[in-house]
């Protein structure tokens, strides 16, 4: 009698099924799941069991009052704004079976993956607060994996299923699993959210477009402390080379319809 075959890979997206005789390397496809919806510099029809979002730093640093960003100054009111849309959004996304995956910021306790250009970036003058020093307020190390300052905020916190990456870049691609983990759930199609949408979500964006991602950037998720006409640019810019521009209540109507 023949051996029993057994499924090997980590997503069933992408999957053998094996056994001590045989190695059968066909995957099964899903079937196409299409969703039409509003965007420009097009609309757009997208298929959900091919999609994937990434929501970039909406993290206590960066989005709380009493994170770092708060703390040396910045308003962080607009860096919120994408929590409601988010919070919307992303349990139609779930319940679609679309993976949600998270990029933060999430350096190691010794820096030693952190060259001087990237540690200058926010402590120029090798004074005051930058990455793994502790918060003013709670002794939070900057941006560390596992502290309090690098976690997702309370009002959009990971969920079961949920996929986390920690970068170290302004893109989550650089030195991250960010690709080879996209590829296995079977992904072409990225969603994007989160902030700062000028810098690190742009920066994402930018590169999963160069390795061959549809990218499509939710406006109404995306947000930035800069000044408006950098999120002006980003938008136009992601228009005109690397994707399109969508707000997220015209996919969730895509999707209902």
Known sequence: MPAKSLPLGS???????VSRESANLVRVPAAPQPVSFDATPQSLTIDLRRMAIVVVDMQND??????????????????????????TLLPALRQADVPVVWVNWGNRPDKLN?????????????????????????????????????????????QAG???????????????PLDSILRNLGVTTLLFAGVNVDQCVLCTLQDANFLGYDCVLL???????????????????????????????????????
């Open 219 to 257: 406006d109404d998720c995306s947000a930035t402390t800069s000044p408006a006409f950098c999120a002006d640019a980003t938008r136009y810019n992601v228009n005109q080379c690397f994707g399109f521009v969508a707000e997220s209540t015209a996919l969730l109507q895509g999707m209902s319809a």
């Open 62 to 87: 960066f989005c709380h009052p009493d994170g770092w960003l708060a703390s040396i100054g910045v308003d962080v009111a607009a860096a919120r704004t994408p929590i409601t849309p988010l919070a």
């Open 114 to 158: 952190l060259s001087p250009s990237l540690l200058h970036v926010y402590k120029p003058t090798g004074e005051g607060v930058g990455l793994g020093d502790p918060l003013p307020s709670n002794g939070a190390p900057v941006l560390q994996a596992g502290s309090w300052a690098a976690a997702v905020v309370d009002e959009l916190a990971p």
């Open 162 to 176: 949920d996929v986390e990456v920690a970068k170290y870049r302004m893109s989550g691609f650089w030195d991250t």
């Open 11 to 17: 997503s069933s997206r992408n999957q053998w099924q």
